[in-house]
T-cell receptor, first 111, second 112 residues
Framework: GQGVEQPDNLMSVEGTFARVNCTYSTSGFNGLSWYQQREGHAPVFLSYVVLDGLKDSGHFSTFLSRSNGYSYLLLTELQIKDSASYLCAVRAYNYAQGLTFGLGTRVSVFP | EAAVTQSPRNKVAVTGGKVTLSCNQTNNHNNMYWYRQDTGHGLRLIHYSYGAGSTEKGDIPDGYKASRPSQENFSLILELATPSQTSVYFC???????????FGPGTRLTVL
């Protein structure tokens, strides 16, 4: 089976950064995705990582350590509009089966 | 631009009634998915499909059926709706091997 864990909430200040952690346990691993979900809206894809290390995508970066079952999403130069829930999702070997999502971390950015 | 649409956007049903949620995608993606999202549970996979004519059970299929009559359309059917099926339902599409899924806007279903 698979389990994906994330902290419930995270608060940060505009112009600084926020790191959203994700830990997972899975019998088969074939990559991890991050999604942003604003209140009342659908999830929107941000990033996918399958190899260890840091992947820089500009406003945000994603890190993966497969041996530790750990990933994080790093949001830099935070803006108020970055306030949203961020969902971590693990893809199994049989990737056509869809994704196993964590509950999401609600990030609140304050002035 | 990828496009996934769902109808209806809101639905109120009575216990024991039949409910059909529809999803249409213009991405020409092979795979389509139905999730429900509830507070405390996150997004959970109900059914998925590899292509027209195929449906597969996801993690929580009990009480739900699915139909994929074409590449573009994927329906979720609640034959006998129950209050426990009150939730927000999301449809998504994706290409096999692609961890990027495109979600529809969601359907808020209330079963009284």
């Amino acid at each position: 089976g698979q389990g994906v864990e994330q902290p419930d909430n995270l608060m940060s200040v505009e112009g600084t950064f926020a790191r959203v952690n994700c830990t997972y346990s899975t019998s088969g691993f074939n990559g991890l995705s991050w999604y942003q979900q604003r209140e009342g809206h659908a999830p929107v894809f941000l990033s996918y990582v399958v190899l260890d290390g840091l992947k820089d995508s500009g406003h945000f970066s994603t890190f993966l350590s497969r041996s530790n079952g750990y990933s994080y999403l790093l949001l830099t130069e935070l803006q108020i509009k970055d306030s949203a829930s961020y969902l971590c999702a693990v893809r199994a070997y049989n990737y056509a089966q869809g994704l196993t999502f964590g509950l999401g971390t609600r990030v609140s950015v304050f002035p | 631009e990828a496009a996934v649409t769902q109808s209806p956007r809101n639905k109120v049903a009575v216990t024991g009634g039949k409910v059909t949620l529809s999803c249409n995608q213009t991405n020409n993606h092979n795979n389509m998915y139905w999730y429900r999202q509830d507070t405390g549970h996150g997004l959970r996979l109900i059914h998925y499909s590899y292509g027209a004519g195929s449906t597969e059970k996801g993690d929580i299929p009990d009480g739900y059926k699915a139909s994929r009559p074409s590449q573009e359309n994927f329906s979720l059917i609640l034959e006998l709706a129950t209050p426990s099926q009150t939730s927000v339902y999301f449809c998504a599409s994706g290409v096999l091997g692609n961890a990027e899924q495109f979600f529809g806007p969601g359907t808020r279903l209330t079963v009284l």
